[in-house]
Structure formats: structure tokens, C-alpha cells
């Protein structure tokens, strides 16, 4: 609730203004009964056609009042709901944006969307409830119940245990049911999970004719889901009834409270049932706004984990701002991802020079990648040392670190929009000089210029209408245009020809100047140009120098060399 009433607070302003026409609409529905009964006990009784002009026209002019009063009220709670919940988004997206690989990780993907989407609509409707239906049926509950006791005083003791059983109704509604909508949230992630999978990987899917199998895990999914919300609406189908009944019984002791009305007061009577009937749309109202505001909650802690949740990383209160010249050191790194077993990285400890190209080779799963990661500070050492330039890498200011280092993934990563936005993504203010070169330099100009609109060439989501090579080349040109100090290019040739790669890697050592380059690969030929080859296997170094020395002094690269070469062991 303090997360709600935080953000409210923001637009108290609006709130307030809210609440004032909403009071207006809701004093408007308390008078007019009180003035019909004046009508029937003054004017229909007496015959007196003027007293019922009088007391219509005021009446019309309540009615308008209170038609003014929901218009306003509707315009100001539409109006601050939608912005509170563009603000939750924006909030929820700028604080993930400041966590670690290993916040996200623990958080997962597709519960963080289904917060910043499903769970922020919850919080809207909550108040865009307060605003428009929890505010007003309270007064307008109180009043009608005031009225009627002061209409006709005997009826306080049946108006008394009337709203004294519809509290108690109301308040195991929500105990009970606050938990049941907290587990609807956690199933809705689930199902978000195993879509997002699918779509990710529908070609695999295809290709294994897995359809039976996602289609089974969707299905239990939603089937899961579908229990839960039934569980949670099985508690509104049990209390709203009973409510309701409740507030009926109520009327008809009222009605038999009143057979010896006397028939100069039946506008009175009239009035009372009008009131009674308020009180019953008033509590099916607050009801309503409960079980609403029960779904909020329960999403008001789950984005509040969100908001909440600090970087794994710790920022320096004074972070260095080196120059980063990209001398690389690991200092006995030993690193284990959050909840693993064991540890993907033991006793790393190397030195890389500025300048230098450094092939990465091993089995998969050798830790290569996860190496890598931890230049950028994507995660953190768990025991030892990074140093760039021999400053500690979780002191070095992070936006001074990241704008140093450029990344070209295996997988590679496009967004929606032209091939020149898509390389000018990390560095906006480059030249098209800077683009052509980058683009040269990644063998990625000449099927950019052949095609239709050149460098201004639309690219569907994450590239679809581009092949693997294709988009693997835009992602090296990407990181080149950034013009790194360090540059890691994650196996990111996996998808070329032997011709293309080496193409690519006769332009790197060409035109890589002073840049440190980090090489992963697969195969040896990638990194067999390397000034150094750091070679990998079960998250330890089994060797690192050049490709003669290793195949002199490591078994495990003459194993690599000969399983995918051959030749002697001196290649």
C-alpha cells in the first residue's frame, strides 16, 4: 500500500480535485431520493401542483450537478490512473536497466514483463477504483444509512447489524483472497515464461516437430493458471452472494419494520427503500473495489521487489576514471554463478597487453564466454581480481568502463529499424565514413549496398529478414563503429564460411590498430592468427601462449588441433 500511496502522492493535486466531484456525484445521489419523498408527502399528497414543480425543477438542477460532478470526476481519474501507471512502467524499466546479470537472472525475464504489464494494469485499475467507485461508496454507503435513521429512527438497530455483518463478510473476503490473487500473478509469470520460450525458439521447435511437447507445457501452464484465478474467483463467487443477501434481507425488515407507516409519511418510506437500495449497490461497490484492490496489492509487492532490488554490484563511492588502454589482467579469478553447484571459472590468472589479440578456445562450456563477461562487468568475480589498466574493475566508473569495451555476440542481437541506426546504436553521433569502414571492415558493405535501400534498409525484430552470417557481420560492424579500446568478438564468425571468416579476421588484424581483441572460437582456425591463445576447458587455463607453444606444451589444444585439423603435433 505504500508503494500506491507513494505515487499517489505525486498527483495529491488531481486526487483531490478527483474527490471533490466525486463527492458532488455522490451528495447529488443522496438528495434526490430525500426530495421525491418531499414530492410525495407535500405535492402528490396535498395535490398541490407548484410544491411538485418546486421540488422537480430543484432536483433537475441536482441531477445536472451530479452529471457535472462524474463527468470531471471520470476526465481526473482516467487521467491520473494512466499516469501513474506510465510512471510505475518507467520506473520499474530505469531500475532494471541498473541491475546485474545476475539481479535479472534471479528475477527472470518473464516475470519482470509480466510486472512492468500485468501488474502495473492491476495498480491503474485500483485507482482509477479509488478515484471513481471507493470513495464515493463509502459516502454515499454512510450517508444513505444516516438518512434512513434519521427518516425513520426505529430502523438504526437493522441498519446497525446490517453494515456490522457486511464488514465482517467484506474482511474475510480480503484475507482470504489476498493470497489466492498473489499466486494468479505467479502462474500468469510461468505461462509468460514458457510463450517466451516458444517464440524464441520456434525454429527449433519446427525443425524437431516439438509442437506436442510446447504444446503440452503451454497447456499445463495455462491450466495452472486458469485453477489459480478460479480459486481466487471462487472467493468473490461465495462472499459477493451472501452480501447480497444480506443487504436484501435487510430491506424486506425494513419494509415489514414499516407496515404501520402512516400514509401521510409514505414518501418517507420510498425514500428509505431508494436509501436502502444505495447502501446495497454502495457495499456491492466497496466489495468490488476490495477484490480489485486485493489483485493490486498483491502486484503493489511484487513491482516493489523490483523497485527494491539493488545491484548485485557494488558502485564505488569515488569510481576511478582511468584512461583505458586496454591492458586486461585476471588476478586468481575464481567465479560461480548464483545458485550453481560448482564454479565455472578456477584460478584464472592472466595478462593481456594493450594492443594485443588474444584467441579464446575450448570445449563448450569451458567458461570461455563467461571469461569475458566479466571485462564489462556483466557480472562480478566472486573471488579475486579484474584490473583494466591496473585499476580494479568494480572501482572503475561504469559508464567510463562499458563506453571502453564493445561486445559482438555469437547470437546476434539487431532492433527493429534501419541497418544505420542499427550500427550507429552504440555511438549516434558517427559519420558515414565511420559506418563504410566499420562495414569494409566486417565484410557487411557489399550485401548492405546490394541491397535494395542500402544503409537505410528496414531490419524486422532481432533482423529476421536478414541470414546468420548477415547479422553476425552488422553486429562486428556495430561494435567497430564504437571504436573500443576493447573489443570481444564472442564466436560471433560461427555462422560465416571459411572464406568470409577469414576475410574477416585478415581486416581485424589489419585495421585493429591498437585495439585489444578478445577472439572466442570454436574452431582453431579462428584463433590460430592470435598473438596469444588462451585455451579453456572446465572452467580452468590448460594453457596460454602462442599456437606453436601450446602445441608443444597443451594437451588439450593438440587434442582440438588434431580432432578438427589432423597433422602432426607440430600442425
Known amino acids: 500500500m505504500k508503494l500506491i500511496a507513494k505515487y499517489i502522492k505525486r498527483h495529491l493535486g488531481i486526487f483531490l480535485l478527483s474527490t471533490f466531484f466525486l463527492t458532488v456525484e455522490a451528495m447529488a445521489d443522496l438528495l434526490q431520493p430525500a426530495f421525491m419523498s418531499y414530492i410525495v408527502d407535500e405535492g402528490v399528497r396535498n395535490g398541490d401542483i407548484g410544491r411538485i414543480l418546486f421540488y422537480g425543477i430543484i432536483m433537475i438542477g441536482i441531477a445536472f450537478a451530479g452529471a457535472v460532478g462524474a463527468v470531471m470526476r471520470n476526465r481526473f481519474a482516467s487521467r491520473t490512473s494512466q499516469t501513474i501507471g506510465r510512471e510505475l512502467r518507467r520506473d520499474i524499466y530505469h531500475n532494471v536497466q541498473q541491475l546485474s546479470m545476475e539481479n535479472i537472472d534471479r528475477l527472470q525475464p518473464a516475470s519482470i514483463i509480466t510486472r512492468m504489464t500485468n501488474d502495473v494494469t492491476q495498480i491503474q485499475d485500483f485507482i482509477n477504483s479509488i478515484m471513481r ?57 510461468r505461462l509468460n515464461g514458457v510463450t517466451r520460450e516458444f517464440l524464441s525458439a520456434i525454429r ?64 418517507r418510506l420510498m425514500a428509505s427503500v431508494n436509501y436502502m437500495t444505495q447502501v446495497l449497490f454502495s457495499v456491492m461497490m466497496i466489495s468490488n473495489s476490495l477484490n480489485t484492490a486485493v489483485r493490486a496489492f498483491a502486484s503493489s509487492g511484487r513491482i516493489k521487489e523490483v523497485l527494491e532490488e539493488k545491484p548485485v554490484q557494488p558502485v564505488p ?181 571459411a572464406r568470409t571468416e577469414s576475410a574477416v579476421l585478415e581486416n581485424l588484424r589489419n585495421r585493429a590498430g591498437n585495439i585489444t581483441v578478445l577472439l572466442i572460437g570454436q574452431r582453431i582456425s579462428t584463433v590460430m592468427g592470435a598473438d596469444h591463445i588462451l585455451c579453456m576447458d572446465n572452467g580452468c587455463v590448460q594453457g596460454y601462449g602462442t599456437h606453436q607453444e601450446l602445441m608443444d606444451t597443451c594437451k588439450t589444444y593438440q587434442a582440438i588441433y588434431h580432432s578438427q585439423i589432423g597433422g602432426g603435433i607440430n600442425g
Open 133 to 189: 467507485m471507493m470513495v464515493k461508496a463509502p459516502i454515499t454507503c454512510i450517508g444513505a444509512t444516516a438518512l434512513i435513521m434519521f427518516q425513520t429512527p426505529a430502523q438504526a438497530p437493522v441498519m446497525a447489524a446490517i453494515v456490522f455483518v457486511v464488514f465482517l463478510l467484506i474482511m474475510g473476503n480480503m484475507k482470504i483472497g489476498y493470497p489466492r490473487f498473489g499466486m494468479v500473478q505467479n502462474r500468469l509469470d
Open 204 to 267: 527449433v521447435v519446427k525443425a524437431f516437430h516439438g509442437e506436442k511437447e510446447e504444446t503440452a507445457k503451454f497447456e499445463e501452464a495455462s491450466h495452472d493458471l486458469g485453477a489459480a484465478n478460479t480459486a481466487a474467483l471462487r472467493t468473490m463467487a461465495v462472499f459477493s452472494p451472501f452480501i447480497n443477501l444480506t443487504i436484501n434481507l435487510g430491506i424486506v425488515l425494513l419494509l415489514w419494520i414499516s407496515k404501520s407507516q402512516k400514509s401521510s409519511e409514505i414518501g
Open 317 to 497: 563511492r569515488k569510481p576511478l576514471t582511468p584512461e583505458i588502454t586496454g591492458d586486461i589482467r585476471f588476478k586468481h579469478v575464481f567465479f560461480a554463478y548464483a545458485g550453481a553447484g560448482k564454479e565455472s571459472l578456477r584460478d584464472i590468472d592472466i595478462h593481456i597487453k594493450p594492443g594485443e589479440t588474444v584467441g579464446i578456445i575450448g570445449s563448450t562450456g569451458a567458461g570461455k564466454t563467461t571469461l569475458v563477461n566479466l571485462i564489462p562487468r556483466l557480472y562480478d568475480a566472486t573471488q579475486g581480481k579484474v584490473l583494466i589498466d591496473g585499476c580494479d574493475v568494480t572501482q572503475i566508473d561504469t559508464k567510463l568502463l562499458r563506453s571502453a569495451v564493445a561486445v559482438a555476440p555469437q547470437k546476434a542481437l539487431l532492433f527493429s529499424g534501419t541497418i544505420r541506426e542499427n550500427l550507429r546504436w552504440g555511438r549516434p553521433d558517427a559519420g558515414e565514413d565511420e559506418l563504410r569502414q566499420a562495414a569494409e571492415t566486417a565484410c557487411a558493405h557489399t550485401f548492405i549496398e546490394q541491397s535494395l535501400q542500402g544503409y537505410e534498409t528496414l531490419l524486422g525484430q532481432g533482423g529476421v529478414n536478414l541470414s546468420g552470417g548477415q547479422k553476425q557481420r552488422l553486429s562486428l560492424a556495430r561494435a567497430l563503429v564504437r571504436k573500443p579500446r576493447i573489443l570481444i568478438l564472442d564466436d560471433c564468425t560461427s555462422a560465416l564460411d
